[in-house]
């Protein structure tokens, strides 16, 4: 996901959700998680690894051609239009049994999920404007989330600094079932600017730990890397 992308208009906006991996429903495992990326004017579903859950981006601010995706106004789902966001865009969980759906409390536009090796939990990246990335660690069980930008700046007093200019949150992996290793990127605005990478541990329980700490000044050459 890169950075630097401008924010788009509500008017062209939309989530779709691009499964790299599926697994069948009832099969628990510790391989790779799959994957999800938001991008425009498409819905998708994203199943989790153990099959006890659905993960769906949806659509609803009718910029977008009418498909079977996207209905014409008045066809379109109710529960998803009730909980979209203020750019149109709805993240929900549904219950692979029961059916039963829950909005996920989600900001931005666009952006990336993946889910915990076991299904226990997700995570999602979501650009919300040209300078700014934000990213929540959420339990599947109760969509209680962990809000990475409040983790980093409660734990780490070093950070502050950093988190007014061109800050960019993102989780970057799973480190296991229940921690993920999530990075603090970007540049500061005020002269002379610096370039920052910090990298830190976050678990389901908000506990955060930083891992590792790049500071360096900006250069014509290193600023094309930003945030890799």
Known sequence: MNP???V???SCLAVCLLATGWLSAGTATTAAPAMAEFSICETAQLASPDGRWTLVGNFVDGACPASAAHPAEGARDLFAAQHANDFGVVLYLEDAA?????PVDFEGHDGEAVWS??????YVNSSVGSNVSMSWLYYAGTLRRIDIFDAVRRSDQ??????TGHAYFRSRQWLDSRTAMVQLC???DNEPSQ???????VGLDGHTRRLSTQVRP???ENILQECE
């Open 4 to 6: 630097r992308r401008n």
């Open 8 to 10: 788009r208009t509500a």
């Open 98 to 102: 029961s059916h039963a759906r829950r």
């Open 117 to 122: 090796p076991t299904g226990e939990a997700f």
């Open 158 to 163: 070093f950070a502050a600094r950093f988190m």
């Open 186 to 188: 970007g540049h500061t």
């Open 195 to 201: 370039q920052f990478d910090l990298r830190y541990s």
């Open 218 to 220: 900006v250069t014509d």
